[in-house]
């Protein structure tokens, strides 16, 4: 049976970086088109590290939302090597915090705050155990001597496996997961351990940086690794399977900092997500497993309610635009590049609600 229609719960997006300030009001609305909830990374810079700091930013969210937007954005703390375990408890307690982010010190965009001995935060792990906090993990090691496309590999040998081991009920999100490698450990690991897949790395192999010259719009981290394993991402995505969920890592950088001789990491997804998935799933013929992964995984593993409304999905082609114009605050416009830029998508949201 071939499908040119679906409907599926309103997705959330468990892994999205907004930014701040006017980049933030100016990303806002094509970001949140489609998701009921998101995951809010906390890396700024500086970073969420306190309560104040979480309450303040969820507040400027808000407040750029249009009026009648019931979008909830769920708050992270970032972890640094002196996070105090109260701010934790007492965040997670009130609800402020839903999850803690653990980023490797230097390993991607502003997270020079981050940890650098991680088992120097051991008493971080145990009370985040004992109250069933999830930990959200970047999880790359830094060491320079250790070849970027094996990063994330020598992380889950030399500090997940150990990490898990230590505690055993720990929550864990392995985040925008990379390789075969990665989705092997996750599915076949007895522990309460998730990952989450983007978009660009079910549709692109580290080829995409290359093509032609070098290509920063395709660069992110972790980078985009062989072919192979793209397609062991699409196999897990599409399996269905309740340890792999939707999390774009949409992360919008100002043209110049992507157009630059030291080009920043990171791609501007968000706009197309939920389609871009759509046509994985399509061509690996499992759209019925689409609402698992957009809709159902991430909830049941937050402990979170599903989304009442729905989003219908039709089989129709449409073009993504070369840019996304965006106007600040200031008067001046901003040009980010989409993910998909000048493609066409063969999926397209017709309703949400
Ligand atoms: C993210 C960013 O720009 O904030 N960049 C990226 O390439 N994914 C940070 C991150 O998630 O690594
Ligand atoms: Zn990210």
Redesign the pocket.
């Given at each position: 049976m071939t499908l040119d229609k679906l409907t599926i719960h309103q997705p959330d997006d468990w892994?999205l970086?907004i930014?701040d300030g006017a980049l933030m009001k100016a990303v806002l609305p094509s970001t949140i088109n489609v998701f009921s909830r998101a995951i809010i990374?906390p890396?700024l810079d500086p970073p969420i590290r306190t309560i104040q700091e979480a309450i303040a930013y969820k507040k400027r969210i808000l407040s750029a939302l249009s009026k009648n937007n019931s979008f909830t954005p769920l708050m992270t703390l970032y972890l640094t090597n002196d996070i105090s375990t109260a701010t934790i408890e007492k965040g997670f307690k009130e609800g402020i915090f839903h999850a803690c982010k653990l980023?490797p010190a230097n390993?991607?965009?502003?997270?020079s705050y981050g940890v650098t001995d991680f088992d120097a935060i051991e008493n971080v792990y145990k009370i985040m155990e004992s109250i069933g906090m999830p930990l959200l993990i970047?999880g790359e090691v830094t060491d320079r001597d250790v070849d970027i496309f094996d990063r994330e590999k020598v992380f889950i040998d030399r500090h997940l496996s150990n990490l898990l081991y230590k505690h055993p009920k720990l929550k864990v999100v392995l985040?925008?997961i990379t390789t075969e490698y990665a989705t092997e450990f996750v599915q076949s690991s007895n522990f309460d351990l998730a990952a989450t897949i983007?978009p660009h790395h079910l549709h692109i192999n580290r080829n995409a940086m290359f093509e032609g010259g070098l290509r920063s719009d395709f660069?992110?981290?972790?980078v985009a690794k062989r072919e192979n394993n793209r397609l062991a991402l699409r196999r897990a995505a599409t399996s269905g399977k309740s340890c792999f969920f939707l999390g774009t890592?949409s992360?919008?950088?100002l043209r110049k900092s992507k157009k630059s001789s030291c080009g920043?990491?990171?791609?501007f997804n968000s706009t197309y997500a939920l389609e871009s998935y759509t046509q994985v799933f399509d061509n690996e013929n499992s759209l019925t497993n689409l609402e698992k992964f957009a809709s159902i995984n991430g909830p049941e593993f937050y402990g979170l309610p599903l989304n009442k409304k729905h989003v219908t999905l039709e089989k129709k082609k449409h073009k993504i635009p070369e840019f996304i114009s965006l106007d600040l605050e200031d008067g001046s416009q901003e040009k980010l590049v989409p993910f998909h830029a000048g493609e066409e998508l063969s999926w397209k949201i017709t309703k949400v609600g």
């Open positions: 892994h970086h930014r990374m890396n980023y390993a991607t965009t502003n997270s970047h985040e925008h983007t660069y992110c981290l972790p890592d992360a919008p950088h920043c990491a990171g791609i």
